[in-house]
């Protein structure tokens, strides 16, 4: 079995940070790439940033030049640095993993940005 287990989420300010992580653990044999998408509430589940084994990235166009995604490739780790952040991005951020030819899921940790 393979598990992703998220932290990092929590209530700030608006122009404050966070910084999500997700640790994948199990039986993995290979990873292609991590990433966090995010879900609002009454909307659909939306990419947030991804990155592949070869270093790339790709992020939502909302969120550029304030969300860094990072990953540890030795431990199997994924890691969303949100800085500048806006009511808007408040949600449920959930990590992903394409891994063993397929696609996992985290259970989702809640980001709220209010004053």
């Known amino acids: 079995q393979v598990q992703l287990v998220e932290s990092g989420g929590g209530l700030v300010q608006p122009g404050g940070s966070l910084r999500l992580s997700c640790a994948a653990s199990?039986?993995?044999?290979?990873?292609?790439?991590m990433g966090w998408y995010r879900q609002a509430p009454g909307k659909q589940r939306e990419l947030v940033a991804t990155?592949?084994?070869?270093?790339?990235?790709n992020y939502a166009d909302s969120v550029k030049g304030r969300f860094t995604i990072s990953r540890d490739n030795a431990k199997n780790t994924v890691t969303l640095q949100m800085n500048s952040l806006k009511p808007e991005n408040t949600a449920i951020y959930f990590c992903?993993?394409?891994?063993?030819?397929?696609?996992?899921w985290g259970q989702g940790t809640q980001v709220t940005v209010s004053s």
């Open positions: 992903n993993a394409l891994l063993n030819i397929r696609s996992y």
């Open positions: 199990g039986a993995i044999r290979s990873i292609f790439g």
């Open positions: 990155t592949t084994n070869g270093g790339s990235t």
